[in-house]
């Protein structure tokens, strides 16, 4: 399993950025995939997950109405658009797998190395 | 949402000690409760999932138990390579939250 995250950088505080996530190693398809971050000031926080064939989304109330996450199975690959970025937002982004198929979206068994985002004017 | 706590928020401790963290969830999470290890420089690693069952390949000096809103996580016989902040992670509820960790050093 190999999880390959992309697009971070600098950003001004209200810009943009779409971070990629391209996956290997299973079957895409079957996994429900998360986005996590990581900051000195907020630790590991959930941000957003999507459900196997993108029925089922869910976001942390933080980035509710700005991010959006969609997932494109036929390339492996699973995206997070930031909209409206804060000074808060700033953080190492991390693309995370379930565990198992069982094990539901939340027990994230791998993942990615980590996108840095920051914003700053 | 459920709002994790652990202590110690850091701890020093000898090789071959046994280490204990504790984690206490807000509302009961029945048995809805990981615990990862992040080591210096690097990404979030899975030990424990579901209180107390080892992830694949994790040493059996890791261990996890508790219920409801108490859990612990131990380590019996503190090894050099054991240094990391380990953290809990409940998904009884959405949205999935982790603890603020506690950064385990060598004393």
């Known amino acids: 399993v190999q999880l390959l995250e992309s697009g971070g950088g600098l950003v001004k505080p209200g810009g943009s950025l779409r971070l990629s996530c391209v996956a290997s190693?299973?079957?895409?398809?079957?996994?429900?995939m998360s986005w996590i971050r990581q900051s000195p000031g907020r630790g590991l926080e959930f941000v957003s997950y999507i459900s196997p064939t993108s029925d089922y989304t869910n976001y942390a109330d933080s980035v509710k109405g700005r991010f959006t996450i969609s997932r494109d199975n036929a390339k492996n690959s699973a995206f997070l658009q930031m909209d409206s970025l804060r000074a808060d937002d700033a953080a190492v982004y991390y693309c995370?797998?379930?565990?198992?198929?069982?094990?539901?979206?939340?027990?994230?068994?791998?993942w990615g190395l980590g996108t840095r985002v920051t914003v700053s004017s | 949402d459920i709002h994790m706590t652990q202590s110690p928020s850091s701890l020093s401790a000898s090789i071959g000690d046994r280490v204990t963290i504790t984690c206490q969830a807000g509302?009961?999470?029945?048995?809805?409760l990981n615990w990862y290890q992040q080591k210096p420089g690097k990404v979030p690693k899975l030990l424990i999932y579901?209180?107390?069952n080892l992830e694949t390949g994790v040493p059996s000096r890791f261990s996890g138990r508790g219920s409801g809103t108490e859990f612990s996580f131990t380590i019996s016989g503190l090894q050099p390579e054991d240094v990391a902040t380990y953290y809990c992670?409940?998904?009884?509820?959405?949205?999935?939250?982790f603890g603020p960790g506690t950064k385990v050093e060598i004393k």
């Open positions: 190693g299973f079957t895409f398809s079957d996994y429900y």
């Open positions: 995370a797998r379930s565990r198992s198929y069982e094990s539901g979206a939340s027990t994230y068994g791998y």
């Open positions: 509302h009961d999470i029945s048995n809805y």
């Open positions: 579901d209180v107390s």
């Open positions: 992670q409940q998904y009884q509820s959405l949205p999935p939250a």
